[in-house]
Protein backbone atom coordinates (compact mmCIF):
# COMPACT_ATOMS: atom_id res chain seq x y z
CA UNK A 1 0.00 0.00 0.00
CA UNK A 2 2.95 2.24 1.13
CA UNK A 3 4.90 1.47 -1.99
CA UNK A 4 2.14 2.09 -3.97
CA UNK A 5 1.37 5.37 -2.25
CA UNK A 6 4.96 6.32 -2.85
CA UNK A 7 4.89 5.27 -6.46
CA UNK A 8 1.78 7.19 -7.41
CA UNK A 9 3.58 10.42 -5.23
CA UNK A 10 6.77 9.79 -6.82
CA UNK A 11 4.93 9.68 -10.39
CA UNK A 12 2.85 13.01 -9.36
CA UNK A 13 6.26 14.70 -8.40
CA UNK A 14 8.51 13.53 -11.57
CA UNK A 15 5.33 14.67 -13.61
CA UNK A 16 5.34 18.05 -12.21
CA UNK A 17 8.91 18.69 -12.65
CA UNK A 18 8.36 17.56 -16.61
CA UNK A 19 5.47 19.57 -16.85
CA UNK A 20 7.58 22.38 -14.86
CA UNK A 21 10.23 22.11 -17.55
CA UNK A 22 7.93 22.26 -20.26
CA UNK A 23 6.60 25.58 -18.70
CA UNK A 24 10.25 27.14 -18.93
CA UNK A 25 10.50 25.51 -22.42
CA UNK A 26 6.80 27.55 -23.55
CA UNK A 27 8.43 30.96 -22.07
CA UNK A 28 11.70 30.26 -23.90
CA UNK A 29 9.22 30.03 -27.18
CA UNK A 30 7.46 33.14 -27.14
CA UNK A 31 10.66 35.03 -25.48
CA UNK A 32 12.01 33.90 -29.25
CA UNK A 33 8.85 34.67 -30.66
CA UNK A 34 8.85 38.28 -29.34
CA UNK A 35 12.53 39.12 -29.89
CA UNK A 36 12.64 37.89 -33.45
CA UNK A 37 9.43 37.73 -34.36
CA UNK A 38 9.12 33.83 -35.75
CA UNK A 39 9.22 30.66 -34.73
CA UNK A 40 12.58 28.80 -33.08
CA UNK A 41 13.21 25.73 -35.43
CA UNK A 42 12.65 22.83 -34.30
CA UNK A 43 15.79 21.87 -32.49
CA UNK A 44 16.13 17.58 -32.17
CA UNK A 45 17.01 17.64 -28.27
CA UNK A 46 17.04 14.37 -26.38
CA UNK A 47 14.40 13.55 -25.20
CA UNK A 48 12.57 16.90 -26.50
CA UNK A 49 10.37 17.06 -29.40
CA UNK A 50 9.18 20.90 -30.80
CA UNK A 51 6.47 21.19 -33.52
CA UNK A 52 3.70 23.50 -34.82
CA UNK A 53 0.59 23.23 -36.71
CA UNK A 54 -1.38 26.03 -37.87
CA UNK A 55 -4.29 27.26 -35.99
CA UNK A 56 -7.32 28.26 -37.14
CA UNK A 57 -8.54 29.24 -33.93
CA UNK A 58 -6.92 29.92 -30.25
CA UNK A 59 -7.86 29.33 -26.75
CA UNK A 60 -5.72 31.15 -24.29
CA UNK A 61 -5.46 27.50 -22.45
CA UNK A 62 -2.36 25.09 -22.03
CA UNK A 63 -2.96 21.97 -22.03
CA UNK A 64 -0.65 19.15 -20.46
CA UNK A 65 -1.45 15.76 -21.93
CA UNK A 66 0.55 12.03 -21.44
CA UNK A 67 1.04 10.80 -25.06
CA UNK A 68 2.52 7.58 -25.99
CA UNK A 69 3.70 7.87 -29.58
CA UNK A 70 5.99 10.64 -30.03
CA UNK A 71 5.05 12.17 -33.18
CA UNK A 72 8.02 12.57 -34.56
CA UNK A 73 9.35 9.21 -33.52
CA UNK A 74 6.49 7.07 -34.49
CA UNK A 75 8.70 3.80 -34.62
CA UNK A 76 9.54 4.89 -31.29
CA UNK A 77 7.25 3.98 -28.35
CA UNK A 78 7.64 5.97 -26.05
CA UNK A 79 5.80 7.15 -23.23
CA UNK A 80 5.76 11.20 -23.04
CA UNK A 81 4.68 14.75 -21.75
CA UNK A 82 3.15 16.99 -24.14
CA UNK A 83 1.98 20.46 -23.80
CA UNK A 84 -0.06 22.29 -26.18
CA UNK A 85 -0.47 25.77 -26.30
CA UNK A 86 -0.99 28.80 -28.89
CA UNK A 87 0.66 31.52 -29.52
CA UNK A 88 0.67 34.09 -32.42
CA UNK A 89 3.42 35.09 -35.05
CA UNK A 90 2.76 37.97 -37.26
CA UNK A 91 -0.93 38.09 -36.87
CA UNK A 92 -1.03 34.15 -37.15
CA UNK A 93 -1.56 31.73 -35.11
CA UNK A 94 -0.03 29.07 -33.99
CA UNK A 95 -0.29 25.73 -32.05
CA UNK A 96 2.89 24.51 -30.41
CA UNK A 97 3.69 21.51 -29.29
CA UNK A 98 6.48 20.67 -26.86
CA UNK A 99 6.61 17.31 -25.82
CA UNK A 100 9.51 15.78 -23.18
CA UNK A 101 9.85 12.04 -22.80
CA UNK A 102 8.83 10.59 -19.84
CA UNK A 103 11.26 7.30 -19.95
CA UNK A 104 14.00 9.45 -18.24
CA UNK A 105 11.79 10.00 -15.44
CA UNK A 106 10.14 6.48 -15.67
CA UNK A 107 13.66 5.23 -15.31
CA UNK A 108 14.27 7.30 -12.27
CA UNK A 109 11.03 6.40 -10.47
CA UNK A 110 11.62 2.86 -11.01
CA UNK A 111 15.00 2.58 -9.24
CA UNK A 112 13.73 4.55 -6.70
CA UNK A 113 10.91 2.60 -6.14
CA UNK A 114 13.79 -0.57 -6.81
CA UNK A 115 15.49 1.30 -3.90
CA UNK A 116 12.98 2.12 -1.69
CA UNK A 117 11.56 -1.80 -1.84
CA UNK A 118 14.51 -3.21 -1.28
CA UNK A 119 15.06 -0.82 1.52
CA UNK A 120 11.29 -1.83 2.86
CA UNK A 121 12.45 -5.85 2.93
CA UNK A 122 15.45 -5.33 4.68
CA UNK A 123 13.73 -3.06 7.37
CA UNK A 124 11.01 -6.07 7.53
CA UNK A 125 13.50 -8.69 7.32
CA UNK A 126 15.66 -6.95 10.30
CA UNK A 127 12.42 -6.22 12.25
CA UNK A 128 11.48 -9.54 12.24
CA UNK A 129 14.82 -10.73 13.62
CA UNK A 130 14.91 -8.12 15.78
CA UNK A 131 11.40 -8.98 16.73
CA UNK A 132 12.13 -12.58 17.29
CA UNK A 133 15.23 -12.21 19.44
CA UNK A 134 13.31 -9.42 21.78
CA UNK A 135 10.30 -11.26 22.28
CA UNK A 136 11.88 -14.42 22.64
CA UNK A 137 13.49 -12.66 25.49
CA UNK A 138 10.30 -10.36 26.54
CA UNK A 139 8.08 -14.19 26.69
CA UNK A 140 10.75 -15.56 28.51
CA UNK A 141 9.02 -15.55 32.16
CA UNK A 142 5.69 -16.71 30.48
CA UNK A 143 7.05 -19.61 29.07
CA UNK A 144 8.75 -19.84 32.89
CA UNK A 145 5.63 -19.56 34.27
CA UNK A 146 3.72 -21.81 31.49
CA UNK A 147 6.22 -24.76 31.92
CA UNK A 148 5.60 -24.66 35.58
CA UNK A 149 2.07 -24.29 35.34
CA UNK A 150 2.48 -27.50 33.05
CA UNK A 151 4.80 -29.25 35.91
CA UNK A 152 1.87 -28.42 38.72
CA UNK A 153 0.20 -31.42 40.09
CA UNK A 154 -2.10 -29.87 43.19
CA UNK A 155 -1.19 -31.76 46.50
CA UNK A 156 2.07 -32.07 46.02
CA UNK A 157 3.30 -29.16 47.13
CA UNK A 158 6.47 -27.65 46.27
CA UNK A 159 7.53 -23.70 47.47
CA UNK A 160 5.33 -21.88 44.11
CA UNK A 161 7.81 -19.03 44.02
CA UNK A 162 8.07 -17.27 40.15
CA UNK A 163 11.24 -15.51 39.51
CA UNK A 164 10.68 -11.40 39.33
CA UNK A 165 10.83 -10.13 36.06
CA UNK A 166 10.71 -6.31 35.03
CA UNK A 167 7.62 -6.93 32.89
CA UNK A 168 4.83 -5.76 35.08
CA UNK A 169 1.97 -7.58 33.39
CA UNK A 170 3.75 -10.94 33.53
CA UNK A 171 4.57 -10.19 37.75
CA UNK A 172 1.07 -9.52 37.59
CA UNK A 173 0.18 -12.60 36.15
CA UNK A 174 2.78 -14.35 37.83
CA UNK A 175 1.20 -13.22 41.12
CA UNK A 176 -2.46 -14.07 40.17
CA UNK A 177 -1.05 -17.74 39.28
CA UNK A 178 0.88 -17.71 43.02
CA UNK A 179 -2.51 -16.32 44.85
CA UNK A 180 -4.73 -19.33 43.03
CA UNK A 181 -2.51 -21.80 43.38
CA UNK A 182 -2.27 -21.35 46.55
CA UNK A 183 -5.86 -21.02 47.41
CA UNK A 184 -6.13 -23.55 45.17
CA UNK A 185 -3.91 -26.08 47.47
CA UNK A 186 -4.80 -24.37 50.32
CA UNK A 187 -8.43 -25.50 50.10
CA UNK A 188 -7.35 -29.01 49.03
CA UNK A 189 -5.44 -29.09 52.03
CA UNK A 190 -8.79 -28.12 54.16
CA UNK A 191 -10.71 -31.19 52.27
CA UNK A 192 -8.12 -33.58 53.09
CA UNK A 193 -7.76 -32.64 56.34
CA UNK A 194 -11.28 -32.84 56.21
CA UNK A 195 -11.56 -35.86 54.61
CA UNK A 196 -8.98 -36.87 57.32
CA UNK A 197 -11.05 -35.27 60.54
CA UNK A 198 -14.06 -36.88 59.54
CA UNK A 199 -12.58 -40.58 59.44
CA UNK A 200 -10.70 -39.55 62.71
CA UNK A 201 -13.77 -38.73 64.43
CA UNK A 202 -16.12 -41.24 63.00
CA UNK A 203 -13.57 -43.69 65.10
CA UNK A 204 -15.16 -43.20 68.56
CA UNK A 205 -18.58 -43.60 67.63
CA UNK A 206 -17.72 -46.33 65.85
CA UNK A 207 -15.77 -48.31 68.81
CA UNK A 208 -18.62 -47.55 71.23
CA UNK A 209 -21.12 -49.10 68.62
CA UNK A 210 -19.01 -52.10 68.30
CA UNK A 211 -18.25 -52.36 71.73
CA UNK A 212 -22.13 -52.14 72.79
CA UNK A 213 -21.93 -54.90 70.09
CA UNK A 214 -19.96 -56.91 72.07
CA UNK A 215 -21.53 -56.77 74.96
CA UNK A 216 -24.19 -57.00 73.43
CA UNK A 217 -24.09 -60.54 72.24
CA UNK A 218 -22.61 -61.55 75.87
CA UNK A 219 -26.53 -61.98 76.82
CA UNK A 220 -27.89 -65.26 77.33
CA UNK A 221 -31.63 -63.86 77.06
CA UNK A 222 -31.00 -63.72 73.35
CA UNK A 223 -33.57 -65.74 70.79
CA UNK A 224 -31.94 -66.74 67.87
CA UNK A 225 -33.98 -64.33 65.78
CA UNK A 226 -32.78 -61.66 68.05
CA UNK A 227 -28.82 -62.72 67.87
CA UNK A 228 -29.25 -62.57 63.91
CA UNK A 229 -30.66 -59.00 63.92
CA UNK A 230 -27.65 -58.58 66.16
CA UNK A 231 -25.32 -60.18 63.92
CA UNK A 232 -26.44 -58.07 60.42
CA UNK A 233 -26.40 -55.13 62.36
CA UNK A 234 -22.65 -56.19 63.79
CA UNK A 235 -21.88 -56.92 60.08
CA UNK A 236 -22.66 -53.58 59.17
CA UNK A 237 -20.76 -52.13 61.23
CA UNK A 238 -17.74 -54.13 60.59
CA UNK A 239 -17.86 -52.87 56.73
CA UNK A 240 -18.10 -49.37 58.08
CA UNK A 241 -15.37 -49.30 59.83
CA UNK A 242 -13.15 -50.59 57.31
CA UNK A 243 -14.27 -48.17 54.64
CA UNK A 244 -13.30 -45.69 57.46
CA UNK A 245 -10.13 -47.52 57.87
CA UNK A 246 -9.48 -47.75 54.39
CA UNK A 247 -9.87 -43.80 53.83
CA UNK A 248 -7.77 -42.85 56.61
CA UNK A 249 -5.23 -45.05 55.10
CA UNK A 250 -5.48 -43.52 51.48
CA UNK A 251 -4.98 -40.26 52.61
CA UNK A 252 -2.10 -41.01 54.81
CA UNK A 253 -0.44 -42.21 51.87
CA UNK A 254 -1.13 -39.20 49.92
CA UNK A 255 -0.01 -36.89 52.61
CA UNK A 256 3.02 -38.94 52.57
CA UNK A 257 3.01 -40.25 55.67
CA UNK A 258 5.00 -43.14 54.89
CA UNK A 259 8.17 -41.70 53.78
CA UNK A 260 10.46 -43.88 56.07
CA UNK A 261 12.19 -46.35 53.60
CA UNK A 262 14.29 -49.29 53.78
CA UNK A 263 15.73 -52.20 51.72
CA UNK A 264 12.99 -54.73 51.33
CA UNK A 265 13.33 -58.46 50.81
CA UNK A 266 9.81 -58.91 48.30
CA UNK A 267 10.56 -62.40 48.24
CA UNK A 268 10.68 -63.36 51.87
CA UNK A 269 7.87 -61.26 51.97
CA UNK A 270 5.86 -62.47 49.64
CA UNK A 271 6.90 -66.08 51.23
CA UNK A 272 5.55 -65.03 55.16
CA UNK A 273 2.10 -63.69 52.76
CA UNK A 274 1.62 -67.57 51.52
CA UNK A 275 1.95 -68.72 55.15
CA UNK A 276 -0.06 -66.13 56.92
CA UNK A 277 -3.01 -66.96 53.74
CA UNK A 278 -2.62 -70.98 54.12
CA UNK A 279 -5.73 -71.52 55.52
CA UNK A 280 -8.02 -69.24 53.35
CA UNK A 281 -6.04 -70.48 50.16
CA UNK A 282 -7.17 -73.65 51.73
CA UNK A 283 -10.48 -73.08 52.09
CA UNK A 284 -11.44 -72.21 48.58
CA UNK A 285 -9.11 -74.92 47.11
CA UNK A 286 -6.77 -72.27 45.38
CA UNK A 287 -3.55 -73.96 44.10
CA UNK A 288 -0.62 -71.16 44.33
CA UNK A 289 2.30 -71.45 41.97
CA UNK A 290 5.02 -68.64 42.89
CA UNK A 291 7.93 -68.39 40.92
CA UNK A 292 10.51 -65.83 43.17
CA UNK A 293 13.36 -64.64 42.27
CA UNK A 294 15.74 -62.70 45.12
CA UNK A 295 14.35 -59.15 44.99
CA UNK A 296 15.45 -56.31 47.26
CA UNK A 297 13.51 -52.91 46.17
CA UNK A 298 13.81 -49.55 48.67
CA UNK A 299 10.25 -48.57 50.00
CA UNK A 300 8.43 -48.27 53.29
CA UNK A 301 8.21 -51.24 55.05
CA UNK A 302 4.26 -50.82 56.46
CA UNK A 303 3.49 -50.03 52.86
CA UNK A 304 5.13 -53.48 51.06
CA UNK A 305 2.69 -55.38 53.78
CA UNK A 306 -0.21 -53.83 53.06
CA UNK A 307 0.57 -53.73 49.12
CA UNK A 308 1.00 -57.91 49.19
CA UNK A 309 -1.94 -58.16 52.24
CA UNK A 310 -4.31 -55.72 49.21
CA UNK A 311 -3.00 -57.88 45.91
CA UNK A 312 -3.57 -61.30 48.02
CA UNK A 313 -6.93 -60.83 49.42
CA UNK A 314 -7.96 -59.57 46.22
CA UNK A 315 -6.84 -62.91 44.30
CA UNK A 316 -8.22 -64.81 47.28
CA UNK A 317 -11.41 -63.27 47.02
CA UNK A 318 -12.12 -62.93 43.19
CA UNK A 319 -10.93 -66.45 42.70
CA UNK A 320 -13.32 -69.16 41.94
CA UNK A 321 -12.99 -72.41 44.26
CA UNK A 322 -10.62 -74.45 43.10
CA UNK A 323 -8.91 -71.87 41.07
CA UNK A 324 -5.64 -70.54 40.63
CA UNK A 325 -2.94 -67.79 41.86
CA UNK A 326 0.13 -67.68 39.89
CA UNK A 327 2.70 -65.36 41.53
CA UNK A 328 6.34 -63.96 39.39
CA UNK A 329 8.65 -62.30 40.96
CA UNK A 330 11.54 -60.54 38.88
CA UNK A 331 13.89 -58.07 39.23
CA UNK A 332 11.68 -55.55 37.42
CA UNK A 333 8.08 -56.77 37.80
CA UNK A 334 5.70 -58.82 40.59
CA UNK A 335 2.62 -60.25 39.16
CA UNK A 336 -0.05 -61.83 40.38
CA UNK A 337 -2.65 -63.44 38.03
CA UNK A 338 -5.96 -65.15 39.24
CA UNK A 339 -8.50 -67.50 37.43
CA UNK A 340 -11.19 -65.27 36.72
CA UNK A 341 -15.10 -65.75 37.96
CA UNK A 342 -16.15 -64.26 34.51
CA UNK A 343 -15.40 -64.29 30.58
CA UNK A 344 -15.24 -60.61 31.01
CA UNK A 345 -12.05 -58.02 31.58
CA UNK A 346 -12.65 -55.32 34.27
CA UNK A 347 -12.57 -52.24 33.22
CA UNK A 348 -9.05 -50.93 32.96
CA UNK A 349 -10.00 -47.46 33.39
CA UNK A 350 -11.93 -47.41 36.01
CA UNK A 351 -10.48 -50.28 38.27
CA UNK A 352 -8.21 -48.09 40.52
CA UNK A 353 -10.88 -45.53 40.78
CA UNK A 354 -12.25 -45.41 44.49
CA UNK A 355 -15.46 -47.00 45.11
CA UNK A 356 -15.48 -48.57 41.95
CA UNK A 357 -17.05 -51.95 42.11
CA UNK A 358 -16.87 -54.60 39.64
CA UNK A 359 -20.08 -56.71 38.64
CA UNK A 360 -19.76 -59.23 41.33
CA UNK A 361 -18.45 -57.41 44.06
CA UNK A 362 -21.19 -55.25 45.84
CA UNK A 363 -20.35 -56.62 48.56
CA UNK A 364 -16.59 -54.83 48.42
CA UNK A 365 -15.97 -50.78 49.17
CA UNK A 366 -14.03 -51.03 46.14
CA UNK A 367 -11.05 -48.76 47.94
CA UNK A 368 -8.67 -52.02 48.23
CA UNK A 369 -6.90 -51.21 44.54
CA UNK A 370 -6.82 -47.48 44.85
CA UNK A 371 -4.68 -48.18 48.10
CA UNK A 372 -2.90 -50.84 45.39
CA UNK A 373 -2.39 -47.84 43.43
CA UNK A 374 -1.37 -45.04 45.70
CA UNK A 375 1.31 -47.18 46.80
CA UNK A 376 2.64 -47.75 43.72
CA UNK A 377 2.45 -43.93 43.37
CA UNK A 378 4.14 -43.08 46.16
CA UNK A 379 6.45 -45.83 46.13
CA UNK A 380 7.75 -45.08 42.46
CA UNK A 381 6.37 -48.20 40.77
CA UNK A 382 3.38 -48.44 38.46
CA UNK A 383 0.70 -50.83 38.20
CA UNK A 384 -0.88 -52.64 35.27
CA UNK A 385 -3.91 -54.52 34.66
CA UNK A 386 -4.46 -56.69 31.76
CA UNK A 387 -6.85 -60.11 31.21
CA UNK A 388 -5.35 -62.69 29.57
CA UNK A 389 -6.89 -66.22 29.30
CA UNK A 390 -9.02 -65.82 31.62
CA UNK A 391 -7.03 -64.54 33.78
CA UNK A 392 -6.87 -61.32 35.79
CA UNK A 393 -3.22 -60.18 35.80
CA UNK A 394 -2.09 -57.30 38.28
CA UNK A 395 1.25 -56.27 37.16
CA UNK A 396 3.52 -54.36 39.64
CA UNK A 397 6.77 -53.18 37.63
CA UNK A 398 9.74 -51.64 40.07
CA UNK A 399 11.52 -50.14 36.78
CA UNK A 400 10.64 -46.81 37.80
CA UNK A 401 12.04 -47.01 40.91
CA UNK A 402 14.49 -44.30 41.87
CA UNK B 1 -6.48 -57.18 90.45
CA UNK B 2 -7.29 -53.68 89.11
CA UNK B 3 -7.70 -52.21 85.88
CA UNK B 4 -8.06 -48.27 85.01
CA UNK B 5 -9.80 -47.11 82.24
CA UNK B 6 -8.40 -43.73 80.90
CA UNK B 7 -10.86 -42.54 78.24
CA UNK B 8 -12.76 -39.74 77.99
CA UNK B 9 -15.78 -41.48 75.91
CA UNK B 10 -17.83 -42.74 79.04
CA UNK B 11 -20.05 -45.06 76.61
CA UNK B 12 -17.05 -46.70 75.94
CA UNK B 13 -15.21 -46.79 78.91
CA UNK B 14 -18.52 -48.32 79.94
CA UNK B 15 -18.83 -51.29 77.37
CA UNK B 16 -14.85 -51.91 78.41
CA UNK B 17 -15.60 -52.48 82.20
CA UNK B 18 -18.55 -54.27 81.67
CA UNK B 19 -16.85 -56.53 79.35
CA UNK B 20 -13.71 -56.91 81.39
CA UNK B 21 -14.86 -57.25 85.18
CA UNK B 22 -15.08 -60.81 86.27
CA UNK B 23 -14.33 -62.45 89.68
CA UNK B 24 -10.79 -61.93 88.71
CA UNK B 25 -10.99 -58.12 87.41
CA UNK B 26 -12.04 -55.09 88.84
CA UNK B 27 -12.38 -51.77 86.92
CA UNK B 28 -11.90 -48.01 87.75
CA UNK B 29 -12.65 -45.50 85.23
CA UNK B 30 -11.80 -41.66 85.05
CA UNK B 31 -12.59 -39.76 81.77
CA UNK B 32 -9.91 -36.91 81.99
CA UNK B 33 -6.52 -36.05 82.36
CA UNK B 34 -6.43 -34.26 86.07
CA UNK B 35 -8.55 -37.08 87.54
CA UNK B 36 -6.03 -39.70 85.73
CA UNK B 37 -3.07 -38.35 86.89
CA UNK B 38 -4.63 -38.45 90.58
CA UNK B 39 -5.87 -41.86 90.21
CA UNK B 40 -2.51 -43.17 88.90
CA UNK B 41 -0.09 -41.23 91.67
CA UNK B 42 -2.22 -42.80 94.31
CA UNK B 43 -2.91 -46.17 93.22
CA UNK B 44 -1.17 -48.92 91.48
CA UNK B 45 -2.80 -51.27 88.33
CA UNK B 46 -2.62 -54.11 86.71
CA UNK B 47 -3.31 -52.87 83.77
CA UNK B 48 -3.94 -49.35 82.50
CA UNK B 49 -5.93 -48.64 79.60
CA UNK B 50 -4.94 -45.06 77.96
CA UNK B 51 -6.43 -43.24 75.58
CA UNK B 52 -4.03 -40.60 74.39
CA UNK B 53 -6.62 -37.87 73.16
CA UNK B 54 -7.86 -36.79 76.49
CA UNK B 55 -9.73 -33.13 77.64
CA UNK B 56 -6.96 -31.79 79.44
CA UNK B 57 -3.98 -32.90 78.02
CA UNK B 58 -2.47 -36.10 75.92
CA UNK B 59 -2.14 -39.45 77.44
CA UNK B 60 1.32 -39.78 76.47
CA UNK B 61 2.07 -36.67 78.96
CA UNK B 62 0.43 -39.67 81.74
CA UNK B 63 2.70 -42.65 80.30
CA UNK B 64 5.54 -39.90 80.83
CA UNK B 65 4.36 -39.38 84.46
CA UNK B 66 4.31 -43.21 85.25
CA UNK B 67 7.65 -43.71 83.58
CA UNK B 68 9.22 -41.01 85.77
CA UNK B 69 7.96 -42.57 88.84
CA UNK B 70 8.92 -45.70 88.14
CA UNK B 71 5.13 -47.33 88.00
CA UNK B 72 5.11 -50.69 87.19
CA UNK B 73 1.38 -50.57 85.97
CA UNK B 74 0.95 -52.48 82.37
CA UNK B 75 -0.44 -50.21 80.04
CA UNK B 76 -2.24 -50.43 76.62
CA UNK B 77 -2.78 -47.16 74.94
CA UNK B 78 -6.14 -46.95 72.48
CA UNK B 79 -6.24 -44.77 70.12
CA UNK B 80 -9.09 -42.85 67.09
CA UNK B 81 -5.35 -42.45 65.07
CA UNK B 82 -4.05 -45.20 63.59
CA UNK B 83 -0.85 -42.97 63.19
CA UNK B 84 2.26 -44.91 63.07
CA UNK B 85 4.09 -41.91 64.97
CA UNK B 86 1.97 -42.30 67.96
CA UNK B 87 2.40 -46.63 67.88
CA UNK B 88 6.04 -46.19 67.71
CA UNK B 89 6.00 -42.83 70.59
CA UNK B 90 3.59 -45.16 72.54
CA UNK B 91 5.60 -48.24 72.70
CA UNK B 92 8.86 -46.49 73.01
CA UNK B 93 7.49 -44.22 76.02
CA UNK B 94 7.20 -47.17 77.80
CA UNK B 95 3.64 -48.76 76.83
CA UNK B 96 3.24 -52.47 76.60
CA UNK B 97 0.76 -52.31 73.48
CA UNK B 98 -1.06 -50.07 71.22
CA UNK B 99 -4.42 -50.42 69.75
CA UNK B 100 -6.61 -48.70 67.50
CA UNK B 101 -10.19 -47.52 67.75
CA UNK B 102 -12.57 -48.98 66.69
CA UNK B 103 -11.14 -52.16 68.30
CA UNK B 104 -12.83 -55.52 69.12
CA UNK B 105 -13.84 -55.86 73.14
CA UNK B 106 -12.33 -59.38 72.92
CA UNK B 107 -9.11 -58.24 71.26
CA UNK B 108 -8.62 -55.96 73.71
CA UNK B 109 -9.72 -58.46 76.59
CA UNK B 110 -6.67 -60.51 74.94
CA UNK B 111 -4.17 -57.46 74.69
CA UNK B 112 -5.21 -56.74 78.91
CA UNK B 113 -4.63 -60.73 79.20
CA UNK B 114 -0.92 -60.59 77.95
CA UNK B 115 0.34 -57.21 79.93
CA UNK B 116 -1.27 -58.89 83.30
CA UNK B 117 0.75 -62.39 82.04
CA UNK B 118 3.83 -60.52 81.12
CA UNK B 119 3.97 -58.21 84.15
CA UNK B 120 3.21 -61.30 86.95
CA UNK B 121 5.01 -63.48 85.17
CA UNK B 122 6.69 -65.56 88.14
CA UNK B 123 9.22 -67.95 86.53
CA UNK B 124 6.73 -70.38 85.08
CA UNK B 125 5.15 -68.70 81.68
CA UNK B 126 2.62 -70.82 81.59
CA UNK B 127 -1.38 -71.08 81.03
CA UNK B 128 -3.71 -73.53 82.56
CA UNK B 129 -7.31 -74.12 80.97
CA UNK B 130 -8.78 -77.08 82.43
CA UNK B 131 -6.89 -80.15 80.97
CA UNK B 132 -5.20 -77.82 78.61
CA UNK B 133 -1.48 -76.64 79.35
CA UNK B 134 -0.21 -73.39 77.15
CA UNK B 135 3.63 -73.10 76.94
CA UNK B 136 3.52 -69.37 76.07
CA UNK B 137 7.43 -69.30 75.31
CA UNK B 138 7.17 -72.22 72.89
CA UNK B 139 3.67 -71.44 71.83
CA UNK B 140 2.62 -75.12 72.59
CA UNK B 141 -0.33 -77.01 74.07
CA UNK B 142 -0.17 -80.04 76.03
CA UNK B 143 -2.94 -82.21 77.77
CA UNK B 144 -1.91 -84.57 80.46
CA UNK B 145 1.82 -84.42 79.33
CA UNK B 146 1.24 -85.02 75.00
CA UNK B 147 1.51 -82.19 72.79
CA UNK B 148 -1.61 -81.20 70.93
CA UNK B 149 0.03 -80.82 67.10
CA UNK B 150 -1.78 -77.13 66.38
CA UNK B 151 -0.87 -74.82 63.58
CA UNK B 152 0.49 -71.46 64.55
CA UNK B 153 -2.59 -70.14 64.03
CA UNK B 154 -5.08 -72.75 65.39
CA UNK B 155 -2.85 -72.17 69.15
CA UNK B 156 -3.24 -67.85 68.47
CA UNK B 157 -7.35 -68.76 68.20
CA UNK B 158 -6.91 -71.52 70.90
CA UNK B 159 -4.95 -68.58 73.57
CA UNK B 160 -7.46 -66.22 72.23
CA UNK B 161 -10.41 -67.84 73.13
CA UNK B 162 -8.72 -68.76 76.71
CA UNK B 163 -8.20 -64.84 77.13
CA UNK B 164 -11.94 -64.27 76.77
CA UNK B 165 -13.34 -67.47 78.27
CA UNK B 166 -17.41 -67.83 78.57
CA UNK B 167 -17.02 -64.73 76.52
CA UNK B 168 -18.87 -64.45 72.71
CA UNK B 169 -16.34 -63.73 70.18
CA UNK B 170 -17.72 -62.64 66.90
CA UNK B 171 -16.67 -63.83 63.76
CA UNK B 172 -15.08 -60.52 62.79
CA UNK B 173 -13.20 -60.46 65.76
CA UNK B 174 -11.17 -63.43 65.47
CA UNK B 175 -10.80 -62.99 61.72
CA UNK B 176 -9.07 -59.55 62.26
CA UNK B 177 -7.11 -61.23 65.39
CA UNK B 178 -5.57 -63.93 62.88
CA UNK B 179 -5.54 -62.02 59.57
CA UNK B 180 -5.03 -58.76 60.98
CA UNK B 181 -7.13 -55.81 60.11
CA UNK B 182 -6.30 -55.06 56.27
CA UNK B 183 -7.32 -58.51 55.32
CA UNK B 184 -10.51 -57.34 53.53
CA UNK B 185 -12.62 -60.42 53.96
CA UNK B 186 -16.15 -59.26 55.83
CA UNK B 187 -18.34 -60.92 53.43
CA UNK B 188 -17.10 -64.27 53.71
CA UNK B 189 -16.62 -65.98 57.12
CA UNK B 190 -16.43 -69.65 55.90
CA UNK B 191 -12.70 -70.35 56.50
CA UNK B 192 -13.12 -69.35 60.25
CA UNK B 193 -15.65 -71.72 60.05
CA UNK B 194 -13.21 -74.55 58.89
CA UNK B 195 -10.62 -73.53 60.93
CA UNK B 196 -12.92 -73.82 64.62
CA UNK B 197 -14.13 -76.87 63.39
CA UNK B 198 -10.21 -78.35 63.30
CA UNK B 199 -9.46 -77.05 66.68
CA UNK B 200 -12.47 -78.58 67.90
CA UNK B 201 -11.19 -81.44 66.60
CA UNK B 202 -7.86 -81.63 67.25
CA UNK B 203 -8.93 -81.08 71.10
CA UNK B 204 -11.21 -84.12 71.14
CA UNK B 205 -8.95 -86.13 69.86
CA UNK B 206 -6.95 -85.65 72.45
CA UNK B 207 -9.09 -86.90 74.69
CA UNK B 208 -10.77 -83.25 76.15
CA UNK B 209 -14.05 -81.99 76.28
CA UNK B 210 -15.72 -79.77 73.45
CA UNK B 211 -15.11 -76.37 74.77
CA UNK B 212 -15.85 -74.42 71.84
CA UNK B 213 -19.74 -73.69 71.41
CA UNK B 214 -21.20 -72.02 68.66
CA UNK B 215 -23.74 -69.58 69.38
CA UNK B 216 -26.11 -68.88 66.86
CA UNK B 217 -24.30 -68.62 63.73
CA UNK B 218 -22.81 -64.62 65.45
CA UNK B 219 -19.74 -66.33 66.91
CA UNK B 220 -18.16 -68.49 69.21
CA UNK B 221 -17.59 -69.58 73.21
CA UNK B 222 -14.97 -71.16 75.53
CA UNK B 223 -16.61 -72.71 78.13
CA UNK B 224 -15.85 -75.31 81.08
Redesign the interface.
Known amino acids: MASIAFYILLRFVLIDQVDEDLKIEEHEIEMYVEKFGKLPEPMPVKDQVIYYHFAGRHTKERIFSNVTAGESYPDKKERSRQLKFFIAVKEQWYQVFVEKSLEGTNDISRSIIMISLATIIAMLAAGFIINRLLLRRLWRPFYTSLSFMKEFRLGQTQNIVFKETNIDEFNDLNKTLEQSISSAEREYQQLKEFTENAS??L??P??????????L??DEK?S?SQ??L??SA??A???L??LN?SM??LN?IENR??SETSAIDIKQLIEQKLI??K??L???NITVTAKLEKVVKTMNL?LA??LL??LF?NA??YTPEGGKIDIVLSDTSMIFNNTAESESSLDKTKLFNRFYKGEQSS???GL?LSIVKQICLVSGFTIEYKFIARQHSFEVLFNLTP | MKILIIED?R??SA??C??LKNEKFFCEAVYDFSSALEKISLYEYACIILDISLPGGSGMDILKELKANNKADGVLIVS??????DKVSGLKSGADDYL???????ELAARVAAIIRRKSFDGNNFLQFDELLLNLDEKTVKVNNTVIDL?R?EYDLLLYFISNKN??I?K??IAEHL??????????Y??IY??IKNLRKKILLAGCRDYIKS?????YRLTL
Open positions: HEQTLAVVRSKMDVIQLESNVQYEIQKARQLLKQFYFELGVKSEINNSIKENHG | EELSITYAKNSLDTKPFYLPTKKVSGAWGDDMDMADNDFTHIYGMG
